[in-house]
């Protein structure tokens, strides 16, 4: 690998796609060696939490600790952490954002665990002295430091009428940009009680979050998404976070600086 390139790797994660880019300059001071190790133990800690919190695992530590089983202690102590900041969400959100599928009455903590799970390799790489890199796991990414000395990193926010089309860049020094909608999951969004209420019915068709923490990003575009373009009013009252909000004509509305269209 040339010290005169970014660093990358993506690999399929939580049911989508993960990636992470680390700078030139962070090659560069660190070497290859260093990188590469940061850039395993990020993806081994993204893998880690798949592992612990999937629903769709049988064997996944979460799935274990709701059927009683007898799970690690570190374990125990992550699950009931995110079951807190869940908590904490559907206070906020009063009861918008939740943790149960009203369906089916399952315990579901996927609007927080992937901008948590993030937020934890963004620890590791950092753990490793790297300064300036992108973490990418679908439709949410957290970017640190900067893509080089002249310019910060730019963040593609899809359009949710193209599989690979891009509506809006941002850019982003020490930022999350989160985006909810029904591109990859489908309406996966509930609106309060009732299981027939999805959040598609809210008239838009993705809510993106930027905001300086990533698992409050994520969870705040769910919440977003499911209150519709009013959602914009309750994301902005929380310090540092701004929106965008794609409606059905594709047209796109705004509250957040350093948003340009694609």
Same mark, same amino acid.
């Given at each position: 690998?040339?010290?005169?390139?970014?660093?990358?790797?993506?690999?399929?994660?939580?049911?989508?796609?993960? +990636?992470?880019?680390?700078?030139?300059? =962070?090659?560069? %001071?660190?070497?290859? *060696?260093?990188?590469? #190790? !940061?850039? /395993?133990? &990020?993806?081994?800690?993204?893998?880690?939490?798949?592992?612990?919190? +999937?629903?769709?695992?049988?064997?996944? =530590?979460?799935? %274990?600790?709701?059927? *009683?089983?007898?799970? #690690? !202690?570190? /374990?125990? &102590?992550?699950?009931?952490?995110?079951?807190?900041?869940?908590?904490?969400?559907?206070?906020?959100?009063?009861?918008?954002?939740?943790?149960?599928?009203?369906?089916?009455?399952?315990?579901?903590? /996927?609007?927080?665990?992937?901008?948590?799970?993030?937020?934890?390799?963004?620890?590791?790489?950092?753990?490793?002295?790297?300064?300036?890199?992108?973490?990418?796991?679908?439709?949410?990414?957290?970017?640190?430091?900067?893509?080089?000395?002249?310019?910060?990193?730019?963040?593609?926010?899809?359009?949710?009428?193209?599989?690979?089309?891009?509506?809006?860049?941002?850019?982003?020094?020490?930022?999350?940009?989160?985006?909810?909608?029904?591109?990859?999951?489908?309406?996966?969004?509930?609106?309060?009680?009732?299981?027939?209420?999805?959040?598609?019915?809210?008239?838009?068709?993705?809510?993106?979050?930027?905001?300086?923490?990533?698992?409050?990003?994520?969870?705040?575009?769910?919440?977003?998404?499911?209150?519709?373009?009013?959602?914009?009013?309750?994301?902005?009252?929380?310090?540092?976070?701004?929106?965008?909000?794609?409606?059905?004509?594709?047209?796109?509305?705004?509250?957040?600086?350093?948003?340009?269209?694609?």
């Amino acid at each position: 690998m040339s010290v005169e390139t970014n660093a990358r790797l993506v690999f399929p994660v939580m049911g989508t796609m993960g +990636s992470i880019v680390v700078s030139a300059t =962070d090659v560069e %001071r660190l070497g290859s *060696g260093v990188v590469d #190790a !940061a850039l /395993a133990a &990020a993806r081994n800690c993204l893998d880690g939490l798949e592992q612990r919190f +999937s629903h769709y695992r049988r064997d996944s =530590d979460i799935s %274990r600790w709701v059927a *009683g089983e007898t799970v #690690a !202690a570190d /374990a125990v &102590a992550e699950i009931e952490h995110v079951l807190r900041e869940c908590g904490r969400l559907h206070a906020d959100s009063d009861g918008i954002f939740r943790a149960r599928n009203p369906r089916t009455h399952a315990l579901d903590t /996927a609007g927080y665990v992937k901008g948590y799970a993030i937020g934890r390799a963004v620890e590791d790489l950092r753990a490793h002295g790297l300064r300036n890199f992108v973490v990418g796991v679908g439709g949410d990414a957290f970017a640190s430091g900067a893509a080089s000395d002249e310019r910060p990193w730019t963040i593609a926010v899809q359009d949710p009428r193209r599989s690979h089309g891009i509506l809006a860049m941002v850019e982003a020094t020490d930022l999350a940009v989160a985006t909810s909608g029904t591109a990859e999951r489908g309406d996966h969004i509930w609106v309060g009680d009732d299981p027939t209420v999805v959040a598609a019915n809210m008239g838009i068709l993705s809510f993106t979050v930027i905001g300086p923490d990533v698992a409050e990003a994520d969870a705040y575009a769910t919440v977003g998404f499911a209150m519709g373009e009013a959602g914009m009013a309750w994301v902005a009252g929380h310090e540092g976070y701004r929106s965008i909000v794609v409606r059905p004509d594709g047209s796109a509305v705004s509250d957040a600086a350093l948003v340009s269209a694609a």
